[in-house]
């Protein structure tokens, strides 16, 4: 997971600019609904579909746990759509697909680390068939078309999950424009996540905060194990049922302050150092040029695989921390997996250079400068 420094988790009083509330684009006849986690908004929307859809579901083998959980406890057969080098979906596979599935199927987009997996292409053949289409927006809440549009005012279904990007224990999003697929429900009956699992993920904040403030290596690597441990006793909670929750009060509080404005500003005066200024040939930036109208979660890139363990290593004792996104992620099926050399061979080179708000300019070119000696 990677890791954002979190400030205003630990301290809301502080000189950030005042935040606006979180976008949501509203659209005549829309329905939406907060809940605590991604995978029981994922599992509200399955019960929501009309009664006559096929149960099947087109998904990328790179995925989240959450995303194919719901799917698979209900029961769905699915179909893994291959990516491109950028992780774009391979369009001739969606057009396969959905063209052997007779009734109503549902399609996943994910747009990977903020860069937009649409095109006009895509659009087209989705157009073609009989899908529901849901944007996971998790890593893209911010990103916007190339009219200036949010990804999700062109989306039927879109999906948040607010705690990839802000200071929160949890909250997730659905939003329908589809008429016959309502998502509204009463969440003030819900009940919240247990107070145990709440404290596990501030614990697990507050340990990213302790690390993003250390320059100690070995101090470090115990907030890491801490970090990790925290996220791990969050994780089993929210792992074992998708019976949906609320969202918590604590999280809708800061939700509603958060500097949003001043967040897309920085990650993307961030990611432009980074682009401008990375020399060694020993990254290649997973998308070769950044957009404008991207907001990235992070800056994929790729490494030898050879060497990530060591590029990796001596990049933490130089105090800068890359991450990789395997864990619960790796859903390349064994049997097929020849057919998935693509997705393999980005989970084996891959490495997320952060681009957070909280991290300076000159904590920016100070990491590129270390990047360039590897």
């Not at 003030?188 to 145990?196: D, S």
């Not at 089993?236 to 509080?253: C, H, K, Y």
């Not at 064994?334 to 393999?344: A, G, I, K, L, Y």
């Amino acid at each position: 997971m990677m890791i954002t420094m979190l400030r205003i988790a630990i301290n809301e009083e502080n000189n950030m600019p005042g935040g606006k509330g979180f976008y949501l684009p509203e659209t005549a006849g829309s329905s939406r609904c907060r809940l605590a986690t991604g995978r029981s908004a994922i599992h509200h929307m399955i019960n929501c579909l009309p009664q006559n859809n096929a149960r099947k579901v087109l998904l990328p083998a790179y995925i989240a746990e959450g995303v194919i959980q719901p799917f698979l406890n209900a029961g769905f057969e699915i179909f893994f759509y291959r990516l491109e080098k950028n992780l774009r979906p391979v369009i001739s596979d969606i057009d396969r697909l959905l063209a052997g599935i007779s009734g109503l199927s549902v399609t996943v987009l994910i747009h990977y680390f903020g860069f937009s997996s649409r095109s006009a292409e895509l659009s087209a053949i989705l157009g073609k068939y009989n899908t529901v289409i849901l944007d996971d927006l998790a890593h893209a809440p911010f990103t916007v078309d190339p009219t200036g549009k949010y990804l999700a005012e062109e989306a039927e279904l879109s999906l948040y999950s607010l705690n990839k990007y802000l200071p929160v224990v949890d909250g997730a999003i659905l939003s329908s424009k589809r008429t016959d697929i309502n998502v509204a429900l009463n969440d003030n009956r819900l009940p919240e996540l247990p107070v145990l699992t709440q404290q596990a993920y501030r614990r697990h904040l507050r340990a990213g905060y302790d690390l993003f403030n250390s320059k100690e290596p070995q101090k470090c690597r115990q907030y890491l194990k801490v970090l990790e441990a925290a996220y791990e006793e969050y994780y089993s909670v929210i792992n074992a049922g998708i019976t949906p929750l609320r969202q918590s009060a604590d999280s809708f509080r800061i939700e509603e302050k958060f500097p949003y404005d001043w967040l897309t500003q920085r990650r993307r005066s961030n990611s432009y150092l980074l682009y401008e200024n990375l020399q060694s040939s020993t990254f290649t930036l997973l998308h070769s040029a950044l957009p404008d109208e991207v907001v990235p979660w992070c800056v994929p890139a790729r490494v030898p695989a050879h060497r990530r363990d060591d590029v990796l290593s001596r990049l933490f004792d130089q105090g800068v921390l890359l991450s990789v996104l395997e864990d619960k992620w790796n859903f390349i099926p064994e049997v097929d997996c020849n057919n998935f050399p693509v997705e393999q061979e980005f989970i084996n080179e891959h490495v997320l250079i952060p681009v957070s708000e909280f991290i300076s300019t000159d904590a920016i070119l100070d990491m590129v400068s270390k990047l360039n000696t590897i």
